[in-house]
């Protein structure tokens, strides 16, 4: 039975999950940093659930009231950092309240299921040794329930874990998102559109530490208002990691008609995107961003080339990250489906406006084309415009 | 780039698409849901309250649609068109054994078209009723389409679209004449409230109206169903309505129907006319203007609420938005297929030319003289803008 003892709150809780965490332990002397940001965002994630982070030293728990292990358990899927965890149940430290648990959970596998029993014991003034405790349980398990006992791969692992104060049971270890916690690593800024892969160009940063902001380019008329909608609906999914995020919402339609009758039509596209990326530039700098993220993916469509991204490269001066740019499509779905970001992007709200997309876009174009299609502009004080006019719009989670 | 932020006044063009709650069909709702709030099943007097309500919407919707005797058919109350569609063509070719096809007109709303798909996975064949170049199905097209294994033949009354009138009585007449025991459904959701109904002479076995289209609530419609008519229903349960259509009967609902209906009815003839001036005068004012413009099918049978203009050289969904950052809320239907949206059946029918954007500009009760002055300048404009 799970102790009400062991754990000072323990009357507001019925369980516990153990988590793992991935390269945190990698980190040597920045570890602490990473520990904080860790737990904080792990708070932050539960705060609405009325379970409760525990730290001790490298080991995190969260313990849950009745009710909520599932929406625990999925909140924590948003936990960056997070290797893997284990939902726990709490018991008396000695062998009786742990064999009584670990028969309890045993009884739950699937029949038939090989097994093995697992034990760490940080405690070592616990009466009995790891081996010992291991075979005790084990072998009451194989008696009374006829699993078999599988030492090399065994379908599950009844895992003891003896601690100073208490120990937990569990048999289950879920997957985490891996990654690095959120805000380790500064602020991007994503260009997030309504398609499939900035959103998930937007998850991959943050895996990697990133905290996001959203650059937005918006073309109404020729864009409607639903599909502004839709891309704020993409940016609260993305929220859901990092609890909000301010989305830049740029109003580009005259500048987009001027880059249209200003250069030649087959490299309109990429006038676009170098304003795009100007004024993101200017955004970033404003907003402490130290770098851009888009979806770019080599080859997807016929211009995006490695000529037109060193095209597109050569108008911005921060680092332009793209996570995505070696994914096949069907990876990027797949990840979609699986964020949740995918049933959201193919709704049919997308740029509607041929009128702005040239018939036979340039392929394979030269940064001194561009720079010569851009003469008497003055591309900088239009980014600059752009960028001033900007829409701050904050997505709450 | 219009100015976004200060938002003009706000002229609903979109009567098609749905219409606003009228204040009194409002208060009827309201008071079934704080007052009649009995369940019609109940044996106690709040039960019989609430059935008395039904009874009473009825009533009304029997006298709006030409049968007020109920002596022609029964009405179903269901969830709206779309129920009522699906219950009318799916719903109807579940009790025909022996039937192996179904034709539908190739302007007919997906409610009508899906459900005819439904039935293919049933092992029928689904054919198409060809519509002339005004948009209208033709006596020559059932000829070619209805055959003895035909068991559903459905033809909306009034499209959706483009508001073009089937005459459904001759459509149903020659389709009888070859299939003798085929259920004709007739879609007329676009057309109660916009043009005179009537059941007793449409010669359709059941009829699809929805509420929502004629200022009352969404959520609700009826099929008219003909004596001796048949339909499976979709679930069983509690056996409400004879047990066609279980579940506990939306009372706020069809009491806000059953009165929308009736006000439809009173002032129909004066609207009529009304919406014909509105829609001669936004042509009068595009002509003025001097713009390049069609009125889709402008030599066929129309109801007058819906008038569908294709212009020259102009996106229809950036005209659309256009029109709707300076106040004035109208619907997109494109005979060009953008990348990810397929192109208007209906207006590909109708050979609107692709290189034409087409707006449908639907009015309401509650539209006015002045709405229209408004619209008339702000349309041209945008067009202008567009064309120029």
Not at chain 2, 295 to 303: E, G, H, K, Q
Request: hydrophobic residues 40%; proline residues 5%.
């Amino acid at each position: 039975m799970p102790s009400e003892a062991s754990n000072p709150n323990s009357s507001r809780f019925v369980g516990t999950i153990v988590l793992r965490v991935a390269e945190i332990f990698l980190k040597g002397a920045n570890r602490k940093v990473f520990v904080k940001q860790f737990s904080k965002n792990a708070r932050r994630l539960i705060a609405d659930t009325g379970a409760e982070l525990e730290v001790m030293y490298l080991r995190f728990l969260v313990h849950y009231p009745e009710g909520k292990k599932e929406l625990v358990l999925d909140r924590l899927q948003r936990l960056f950092g997070l290797h893997s965890m284990s939902p726990a149940i709490l018991v008396e430290k000695d062998i009786e309240s742990i064999a009584t648990e670990a028969m309890r959970q045993a009884k739950e596998l699937p029949a038939g299921s090989s097994f093995k029993v697992k034990t760490n014991r940080r405690d070592k003034q616990f009466p009995l040794g790891s081996m010992e405790v291991s075979m005790e349980v084990g072998g009451r398990i194989h008696t009374e329930l006829g699993l078999p006992v599988e030492m090399r791969k065994p379908d599950y692992e009844v895992q003891i874990e003896i601690g100073d104060t208490r120990s937990f049971v569990y048999t289950q270890t879920i997957a985490g998102p891996g990654g690095l916690p959120v805000a380790t690593a500064g602020r991007v800024g994503l260009l997030l559109s309504g398609g499939i892969d900035s959103p998930v160009a937007g998850w991959a940063a943050m895996r990697r530490g990133c905290v996001l902001s959203a650059i937005y380019f918006h073309s109404f008329p020729y864009t409607g208002d639903k599909s502004k909608e839709k891309v704020l609906e993409l940016a609260k999914h993305l929220a859901a990691y990092q609890t909000k995020l301010r989305v830049h919402v740029v109003h580009f339609t005259e500048v987009q008609k001027q880059l249209r009758e200003h250069g030649p039509g087959d490299l309109a596209v990429l006038l676009y995107r170098r304003m795009m990326m100007r004024t993101a530039n200017k955004i970033a700098q404003a907003h402490h961003m130290k770098a851009l993220v888009t979806g770019e993916n080599l080859g997807q469509v016929a211009s995006q080339t490695l000529e037109n991204i060193g095209v597109i490269q050569d108008a911005s001066e921060m680092p332009i990250l793209r996570p995505l740019i070696t994914y096949d499509k069907l990876d990027i779905i797949a990840k979609a489906q699986e964020i949740g970001t995918y049933e959201t992007s193919i709704l049919p709200y997308d740029d509607c406006c041929s009128l702005f997309v040239p018939k036979h876009p340039a392929t394979k174009a030269r940064i001194a084309d561009l720079v010569r299609a851009e003469e008497g502009l003055d591309v900088d004080a239009l980014a600059q415009g752009l960028a001033n006019d900007a829409e701050e719009i904050v997505i709450k989670a | 780039m219009p100015n976004r932020m200060a938002k003009p006044r706000q002229i609903y063009l979109d009567n098609a698409a749905t219409t606003r709650v009228d204040a009194n069909v409002a208060k009827v709702v309201s008071e079934c849901m704080l007052e009649t709030f009995g369940n019609p099943s109940s044996a106690h007097q709040a039960g019989i309250e609430a059935e008395r309500r039904i009874k009473v919407a009825t009533g009304q919707l029997a006298r709006a649609i030409g049968d007020p005797d109920g002596s022609f058919g029964r009405i179903i109350w269901t969830s709206g068109g779309t129920e009522s569609d699906a219950m009318g063509v799916l719903g109807a070719g579940r009790t025909k054994k022996k039937a192996t096809k179904v034709v539908v007109s190739a302007i007919e709303h997906p409610a009508v078209k899906q459900s005819a798909a439904m039935l293919c996975e049933l092992g029928w064949q689904r054919v198409e009723l060809p519509v002339d170049g005004h948009g209208v199905a033709t006596v020559e097209g059932v000829r070619k389409t209805v055959d003895t294994d035909t068991g559903v033949l459905a033809v909306m009354l009034v499209n959706n679209e483009i508001s073009t009138i089937a005459p459904i009585a001759e459509l149903a007449a020659v389709a009888r004449a070859i299939s003798p025991d085929i259920h004709v459904h007739c879609d007329a959701v676009q057309a109660l409230g916009k043009i005179e109904v009537n059941v007793a002479e449409l010669g359709a076995d059941s009829v699809a109206f929805a509420a929502h289209k004629l200022h009352g609530p969404k959520g609700v419609g009826a099929l008219w169903l003909k004596k001796g008519a048949r339909i499976q229903p979709f679930w069983a349960g509690g056996g409400q309505q004879d047990g066609l259509r279980s579940g506990t009967d939306n009372v706020p609902g069809i009491a806000g129907m059953g009165a929308a209906a009736e006000l439809a009815s009173e002032d129909l003839a004066s609207r009529k006319k009304r919406h014909k001036s509105y829609a001669d005068r936004l042509v009068a004012a595009c002509e003025e203007a001097g713009l390049r413009f069609l009125v889709n099918a402008a030599d066929a049978p129309r109801a007058p609420h819906v008038l569908s203009l294709a212009f020259d050289a102009c996106p229809a969904e950036p005209l659309l938005h256009v029109l709707e950052s300076r106040g004035v809320l109208v619907s997109a239907g494109s005979a060009c297929a953008e990348k990810s949206r397929k192109p208007s059946p209906v207006l590909t029918a109708i050979g609107v030319p692709k290189t034409h954007g087409t707006l449908r500009i639907s009015f309401g009760r509650d539209t006015t003289d002045e709405d229209i002055t408004f619209a008339s300048e702000i349309l041209t404009d945008a067009v202008r803008s567009f064309q120029s």
